[in-house]
């Protein structure tokens, strides 16, 4: 992007200059294209900028095509340098030109309208656009010409040059003038003019005070009569002008084409509503005069079209159906990872790496002692939080998709990359460190706890307005859940009034569930009972089921058996031994945060992101 000399120089903003304007926006270009795109979409690129960046923008822009890439921009007014630049434009809202730049010039000179010389093609065509846009039948004519080269009727020309008013003709005197109806004149009005409902004719006064009114006419736009078609039982046939069939030419677009939607095309001051009659003058002339919709005897076509303008439509303001937007939204989103595979890699990679960490500072858990109870506690508690902030995502939410589409699919693309990420983690720990607990259940676990921990971040990111605060109120409330898990404070010892607290936990689920899956059963842990302290266990408490096992002469007596799992579990207040209620219960939770993150995109959030 010829950026060189730009190096180690800052971008700016308000309050501290940076590069040029357009360094800046090669900047924001070359951001785009580092991943080398096949299709890149630019708008506006030159806006802001003076000729010559505006230039060296589009010139670099001109070098990525050439090395493969295709490039589709929105551009106002280009110069005639860049205009030379491009190798197809493309001339909208509606499509007037498709083609190339050096093609434009006999485009317009095959509709008679040759470019002037020294003047820019595109610019004048813009001209001519508005030209048909403002008279009667608006652009259809250019379409039309554009798709089937049928060459439309001329309704201007150049403006005819003011002559000097000492060498004007009187109107009144000018044998042309009497063929000519000035539109401008007080005359022409309703008080009046009396119209002759069969003849065509009117009857106006020519006032000597018109001539202010006839300076006004030399410079209107020459306009090319344009005949009617006349009712077939005055005995004169007209053969019916293409204008006839450019208005019909919209609503065979509309529905010709198979797979276009059938909705009414929108209103356009190019199209006026045949239901309003237009106001002045030009109604009354208009009336006089039989046209194609006016005409009782011809037989109407079955692309007629009758529009209503500020009409309320009914429909569905979305293109796609429901199911196909989540198809082809979650389709999009994989091929977004497969394309841009270190954003999967780099959270895989953190989360091996830290796996790795932690089995090398918790080595040697697989010895049944008091130590290793504690280690064992110490081990799960951080396994938890690495995962719940390996989670945090942050992704666009386009504006013309459903809101509920985008939710869906963006689980349903991350739901196996999540599973790949807990089983990564899992696998290694398991592995190292010896753990007596089932790999499948503790992978399970570690999934479950991705899933409802992503929903929670997206639905905080929905709700602040800006990433700032989002990185703020997940610190803040993660600080909350992981002092209120059971780690650190015990259910029986946290406060009545704070106790809510610990069942909305997101740590607390997944927490007792590895300890249930790691510490259920009968497994015997001697040691001294200073190891259990300080430490999360502290005041031991012996479970009924050792109790019931010694005396049942399943356990040796408490001398050579001083704890068990069940103890350790009983310890910590776990009264739900079962780790598929803490799953459900944390899958629930889930679905809420993701539920809660939809009905703030639907109904909330409308800020952009910071």
């Given at each position: ?55 060296s923008?589009v ?19 280009p110069?005639?340098r ?99 109806i ?37 410079n ?7 005949n ?46 045949e ?105 799960y508690?951080?396994?938890?939080c690495?995962?719940f ?14 809101t ?21 983690f ?39 307005p ?6 703020a ?11 209120t ?17 610990h ?31 300080p ?19 399943e356990?040796?007596p ?28 944390l ?24």
């Amino acid at each position: 992007m010829d950026l060189q000399s730009a190096t180690h120089t800052y971008i700016g903003d308000e309050g501290r200059r940076g590069v040029s304007g357009g360094e800046r926006r090669r900047v924001s270009i070359g951001i785009d294209i580092i991943h080398k795109p096949s299709l890149l979409f630019l708008d506006e690129p030159t806006s802001g900028l003076d000729s010559t960046s505006a230039y060296s923008v589009v010139e670099k822009v001109k070098e990525m095509a050439k090395g493969g890439s295709t490039v589709l921009m929105t551009i106002h007014q280009p110069s005639f340098r860049i205009q030379m630049l491009l190798d197809r434009i493309t001339i909208l809202a509606r499509l007037i030109y498709l083609g190339s730049p050096l093609a434009l010039p006999a485009h317009l000179s095959g509709f008679g309208r040759p470019v002037p010389d020294g003047e820019n093609s595109i610019e004048y065509l813009l001209d001519v656009n508005k030209e048909y846009d403002e008279s009667t039948i608006g652009l259809d004519p250019l379409v039309l010409y554009q798709l089937d080269g049928i060459k439309p009727d001329q309704v201007a020309r150049t403006p005819i040059p003011k002559t000097p008013k000492t060498s004007r003709t009187p109107y009144g005197k000018n044998p042309a003038s009497k063929h000519v109806i000035n539109l401008n004149s007080s005359a022409f009005s309703s008080r009046n003019m009396t119209s002759q409902p069969n003849s065509g004719k009117f009857e106006y006064d020519d006032e000597d005070d018109d001539d202010d009114d006839d300076e006004d006419f030399d410079n209107s736009l020459e306009r090319k009569g344009v005949n009617t078609p006349i009712s077939m039982h005055s005995g004169v046939y007209n053969p019916p002008l293409a204008s006839n069939f450019y208005k019909d030419f919209p609503v065979w677009l509309y529905h010709g084409v198979k797979g276009t939607p059938h909705r009414p095309p929108s209103w356009t001051p190019a199209r006026t509503p045949e239901v309003l009659a237009p106001a002045g003058p030009r109604s009354l002339v208009s009336s006089q005069y039989p046209t194609p919709q006016q005409n009782p005897s011809r037989t109407p076509s079955e692309f007629e079209y009758e529009e209503v303008l500020d009409e309320p439509s009914h429909g569905s303001k979305f293109a796609n159906p429901w199911l196909r937007e989540v198809v082809v939204l979650s389709w999009r989103t994989a091929l977004n990872v497969i394309r841009t595979p270190e954003l999967f890699l780099s959270r895989e990679i953190v989360l091996a790496v830290m796996a790795l960490i932690l089995s090398s500072l918790f080595r040697n858990l697989d010895h049944p002692t008091f130590k290793d109870v504690n280690r064992l506690l110490n081990f799960y508690i951080f396994a938890v939080c690495l995962v719940f902030f390996s989670s945090n995502d942050a992704r666009d939410l386009p504006q013309c998709l459903r809101t509920s589409s985008y939710v869906i699919s963006s689980l349903i693309v991350y739901l196996p990359f999540f599973a790949i990420q807990g089983f990564t983690f899992a696998a290694i720990t398991k592995a190292i460190l010896h753990l007596e607990s089932n790999l499948k259940n503790f992978w399970i676990i570690l999934y479950a706890s991705l899933i409802s921990t992503n929903a929670y971040v997206m639905f905080v990111s929905a709700l602040v307005p800006s990433y700032i605060t989002g990185y703020a109120v997940v610190i803040a409330t993660t600080a909350l859940f992981f002092l209120t898990c059971g780690f650190f404070l015990k259910q029986s010892q946290i406060p009545i009034y704070w106790r809510w607290l610990h069942f909305i936990s997101a740590i607390k689920y997944p927490f007792e569930a590895l300890l249930t899956n790691e510490f259920k059963g009968k497994r015997c842990y001697n040691g001294q009972p200073k190891n259990l302290t300080p430490g999360p266990l502290r005041n031991v408490k012996i479970s009924s089921l050792h109790n019931k096992s010694i005396q049942n002469g399943e356990l040796l007596p408490r001398e050579n058996c001083m704890l068990i799992g069940e103890d350790v579990l009983f310890s910590m207040d776990i009264t739900k031994e079962n780790i598929w209620y803490d799953i459900a219960i944390l899958l629930a939770w889930g679905v809420l945060y993701r539920f809660f993150f939809y009905l703030v995109l639907r109904f909330y959030s409308k800020n952009e992101r910071k």
